[in-house]
């Protein structure tokens, strides 16, 4: 699989033959400035929530990719099929077969609404299940033990993309803790450094994944890496 860092929790995940585009919010990042909305392709929008920080350009991703479904909680999928927008809807707990493999809503701990301040549902995270590997996408998310439960329920994880900015969500040590609830050896790290209550020290996130023996992965915004 191919994994595209566009910041903050925006990537491009290529794995089972599809495109899937996770949380796009890339023009309101001020770190993202040399990234071109406009040339993004995907066949599937993933959204872990409704805040403003993960949906920023999901309409601009819509108009360009009108082939492309989005994938939400029940009420995030009920605000944009309302829309016109070609979704599918999907609840906490649940696994569904797609066209490149099994997607299933799992628990964050978070908040959500709209940028209006209406009821979005709850936040999710994803696991990936394909033909080439098996991800877990946490969404913006505390630690909580029920990633304990992910590796006793999914297929074994070759990558988990984590938040590790801490103020809205996990910290880095945190975040370590649920690599291990994880049984998960290789973390991409997101959420961090794209507003100053965020900005965090990478050497010492590296590290602290190290002294566990995990791998902490920091992408450059724009680059693409293989797993
Ligand atoms: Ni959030
Ligand atoms: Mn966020």
Known sequence: MKITYYGHSCFLVETGGKRLLFDPFISGNPLAGHIHVNN??????????????????????????????????WEIHAHYSAKGFRTHPMNKGGWRSFDFGRLKMVNAVHSSSFPDGSYAGEPVGFIVHTTDGTIY?????????????????????????????????????????????????QIIGCHYDTFGFIKINHEEAINAFAEQSKELILLPIGETKAF
């Open 137 to 185: 996408v946490a969404g913006d998310t505390a630690l909580t033990r029920d990633m304990e439960l992910i590796p006793q329920t999914c297929p074994p994880l070759d990558l988990a993309v984590l938040p590790i900015g801490s103020n809205f969500t996990m910290d880095i040590h945190d975040a370590v803790i649920a690599s291990v609830f994880l049984q998960c050896r």
């Open 40 to 73: 993004i392709r995907c066949d599937y929008i993933l959204l872990t929530h409704a805040h403003s920080d993960h949906i920023g350009d999901l309409e601009t991703i819509v108009r360009n990719n009108p082939e492309a479904t989005l994938v939400g909680i």
